[in-house]
């Protein structure tokens, strides 16, 4: 059984969590709210496949001691969903590099919101070759005159088109033009 790590896996990525839970992962979820933890355990028909990680990523001592308590106790991560703000600046580049030492191959499927700069990211990561880095970027839905983010639903549903399709790179919603944003 592969094992998955999602970060963000209770909010928006909720629904992320539940497929990867459907198909056969061993799901690792760093969160930093029990209750919605325990919602989204509640949510799965696949409880004891969950591993919950409660954790403020923020700090960053505290992710690496976490991330490597988890792969003792579960083994290796294989894929890894980020949903990281961008105040978190170390926390990427921690799980990183904790996995790469940990894992054989691995994918990272890195959620970034739609005025990131994908190429900028990548060329300021440090990225190891058994690490298969791939980036979603978040747009928004134009409808007509308007304009708005995207849902939960339409998040986790471009999360999982890019999984199955393995994409480099991959938007969900628009992105340009940039003056139709909400």
């Given amino acids: 059984m592969k094992h998955a790590l999602v970060i963000g896996g209770t909010g928006m990525l909720a629904n ?15 969160a930093r709210d029990s209750q919605k933890m325990e919602s989204l355990i509640n949510k799965s028909a696949n409880k004891s496949y969950i591993t919950p990680v409660l954790v403020n990523y923020e700090n960053d001592n505290k992710l690496r001691k976490e991330l490597e308590i988890l792969i003792n106790k579960k083994g290796p991560i294989d894929l890894v969903i980020a949903w990281i703000h961008t105040g ?8 990183l590099e904790v996995i790469s030492n940990t894992s054989d191959l691995w994918e ?12 900028e ?10 690490c298969i880095y791939r980036q979603i970027q978040l747009g928004f839905i134009i409808k007509k005159l308007t304009s708005r983010w995207l849902t939960n639903n339409e998040i986790s ?20 033009p940039w003056d139709r944003r909400p």
């Fill in 157 to 176: 549903n471009g999360v999982i088109e890019a999984i199955i399709k393995r994409r480099d790179q991959h938007i969900v919603g628009k992105i340009k």
């Fill in 121 to 130: 990211i990548k060329k300021n990561l440090t990225i190891k070759n058994n």
């Fill in 108 to 119: 990272l499927y890195h959620i970034l919101g739609s005025s990131n700069d994908l190429n």
């Fill in 88 to 95: 978190a600046i170390h926390a990427l580049p921690s799980i």
């Fill in 16 to 30: 992320v969590t539940l497929w990867l839970l459907d198909n056969n992962y061993q799901v690792s979820i760093i």
